[in-house]
C-alpha cells in the first residue's frame, strides 16, 4: 500500500504568480500503478534539513489526457509550496505515492447529465480535472462552474478555462467570481449564500444538477453545501473536498487518561504495541516506526484512512467521512483516540 516511487518532473508551467503546474515523467512500467480517476490527488514525499515531510496535491489533468500534472499554490512559509514554486526545477526527482482519494468522478459515456461545481483558489485542482473529464467523455452532459478567486491574475488554470469555453459553448458555462476586483463579465466577491442562489435560482433555474463538486475552503464548502441543502439538493449528490481546514478540535467527552493494547495492520503486516488514550493513533504508529499512510495530518486529505475491526476510537475533527462511513467503521487516523482497552486499526481493508 505504501510505495513511493521516483518520478522526473519533466515539465514545470507558471500558472499565475504564486502558483506553478508539474508534470512527472511517468515510466511505461509504473503506467498501470499510476492510472487514476478525475478528482484524486498524489502524495510527494521529501526531506528537507533531515525531516521528511508529505504533502497532498490533486491532480488537475484529466485521464484521457495520459500525462500526469499536478498544481501547487505557494503557501506563505510552506515548506515545500515554497520549494515547488521557487527552487524546483525540471529534471529534478520527486517521491511520489500513486494516486488516492475518494472525491472522484467516473464518466459515462451513455449519460446525458449536468454537473455543477464550486471552487475556490487552488480548489480548482480536482474540479479542473473532473470538467475535462466529462467534457470529453461525455458528450451529451453538460458541465456548470463557480469559481472565486481575489482577481484574474490570481486565477489558476485561467488560460486552459478560457479555452474550453471557447472549445464547448454550448456545454460549459463558468461564473468567475472576484472578492478583490470588478471585472467585465464576472460577479464581484466571495462565493457565498446569494451566489450560490444567484445561479439556482436565476442563471440555471431551469437546470436540474445530478451532482454537484465543491472544493475550496472549509467555510466555502460549509456555505455551498448548506444553501444546496436548503434549496432542497439531496446530501447523496454534493461531494465536497477541503483545501483548508479549521484548526478547531472537539472536546472529546471520554476520559482518555488510560492505556489501549493496539494492533495495527498494514501491508499484510501486524504490530502490537500499547498506547496511551490521549494520543492519537497515526502518531503512535509514527513513533513506533510503523510505515502508515499519511499526508496532510490535519483530517482534510484522507490519506490516513483505515478501519477499525475491534474496539472504539473517537475522532476530534470530520469533515470527509459521512455517517454511513463511519458506521462501516472506516476513520481517520490522524484524528483517532483510543477509547476502549484493545484497538484494531486495519489500514489495508479500505
Not at 459553448?169 to 471585472?183: D, G, H, Q, W
Not at 475552503?217 to 447523496?236: F, R
Not at 484522507?302 to 478501519?307: F, I, N, Q, V, Y
Amino acid at each position: 500500500m505504501l510505495h513511493f516511487h521516483p518520478l522526473r518532473v519533466s515539465e514545470i508551467e507558471r500558472n499565475t504568480p504564486s502558483s506553478v503546474t508539474i508534470t512527472f515523467d511517468v515510466p511505461e512500467t509504473l503506467r498501470e500503478a499510476f492510472s487514476y480517476k478525475a478528482g484524486q490527488h498524489i502524495t510527494i514525499r521529501k526531506e528537507f534539513d533531515g525531516k521528511e515531510i508529505r504533502r497532498s496535491y490533486s491532480i488537475c489533468t484529466s485521464p484521457g489526457e495520459e500525462k500526469l500534472s499536478v498544481g501547487v499554490k505557494e503557501i506563505p512559509g510552506g515548506t515545500f509550496s515554497g520549494y515547488a514554486n521557487n527552487v524546483l526545477k525540471e529534471g529534478d526527482i520527486l517521491e511520489v505515492h500513486p494516486p488516492e482519494g475518494h472525491f472522484a468522478f467516473t464518466p459515462d459515456h451513455s449519460k446525458a447529465r449536468a454537473i455543477a461545481a464550486f471552487a475556490a483558489g487552488s480548489g480548482i485542482t480536482p474540479i479542473i480535472s473532473i470538467l475535462k473529464t466529462l467534457l470529453e467523455e461525455e458528450p451529451e452532459s453538460r458541465f456548470v462552474l463557480v469559481y472565486g478567486n481575489r482577481n484574474t491574475g490570481e486565477t489558476m488554470f485561467l488560460k486552459d478555462i478560457t479555452t474550453l469555453i471557447a472549445g464547448y459553448p454550448e456545454r460549459l458555462t463558468v461564473y468567475f467570481t472576484y472578492s478583490r476586483a470588478e471585472e467585465d463579465n464576472a460577479l464581484f466577491g466571495r462565493i457565498e449564500h446569494a451566489t450560490v442562489n444567484y445561479v439556482l435560482k436565476n442563471k440555471q433555474k431551469n437546470t436540474v444538477f445530478d451532482a454537484f463538486y465543491l472544493c475550496g475552503p472549509e467555510e466555502m464548502v460549509q456555505t455551498v453545501s448548506e444553501t444546496l441543502k436548503e434549496n432542497t439538493i439531496a446530501e447523496e449528490k454534493i461531494h465536497f473536498e477541503l483545501f483548508t481546514s479549521s484548526s478547531e478540535e472537539k472536546e472529546l467527552d471520554e476520559n482518555l487518561d488510560g492505556q489501549t493494547r493496539i494492533k495495527i495492520i498494514v501491508d499484510d503486516e501486524e504490530f502490537e504495541f500499547t498506547m496511551p488514550q490521549s494520543e492519537k493513533v497515526l502518531d503512535a504508529a509514527l513513533k513506533h516506526d510503523i510505515d502508515a499512510p499519511y499526508s496532510c495530518q490535519g483530517g482534510v486529505c484522507s490519506s490516513c484512512l483505515a478501519r477499525v475491526t475491534e474496539g472504539e476510537v473517537k475522532m476530534v475533527k470530520n469533515q470527509i467521512l459521512t455517517d454511513g462511513e463511519i458506521a462501516e467503521g472506516l476513520v481517520l487516523t490522524c484524528q483517532s483516540h483510543p477509547v476502549t482497552p484493545t484497538l484494531t486499526i486495519d489500514y489495508d481493508d479500505v
